[in-house]
């Protein structure tokens, strides 16, 4: 499984960001897939995770209602709608995904990584 994100970029606090990720080599429709991130002095952290079967969003706590994840299982894509964003969002953000479904519960759908792509937040 390849994963593809894309969408990073610098923005200013209480500003909005759209990261969108396409899958390559995932063929079962059946699935978790999601958005991990590593933040300065920080270990990666689970931020959302979906599942395909049903849609069902899971949040990390921080995400305190700013972001929507959203998936289209057809197509093997994921984006993660960020609004209001905080300077501590900065961090590279790293699209993941697992074939088990319920992965998702727990924030642990990382069964496969992208390269990730850089957001920055100037306060």
């Known amino acids: 499984v390849q994963l593809v994100e894309s969408g990073g970029d610098l923005v200013q606090a209480g500003g909005s960001l759209r990261l969108s990720c396409r899958a390559s080599g995932l063929i079962y429709d059946d699935y978790a897939i999601g958005w991990f991130r590593q933040v300065p002095g920080k270990d990666r952290e689970g931020v959302a995770c979906i599942r395909s079967t049903d849609g069902r969003a899971y949040y990390a706590d921080f995400v305190d209602g700013r972001f929507t994840i959203s998936s289209d299982t057809g197509k093997k894509t994921v984006s993660l709608l960020m609004n209001k964003l905080r300077s501590e969002d900065t961090g590279r953000y790293f699209c993941?995904?697992?074939?088990?479904?319920?992965?998702?519960?727990?924030?642990?759908?990382?069964?496969?990584w992208g390269q990730g792509t850089q957001v920055s937040v100037s306060s």
């Open positions: 993941t995904t697992d074939l088990d479904p319920d992965s998702a519960l727990g924030l642990r759908c990382s069964r496969w």
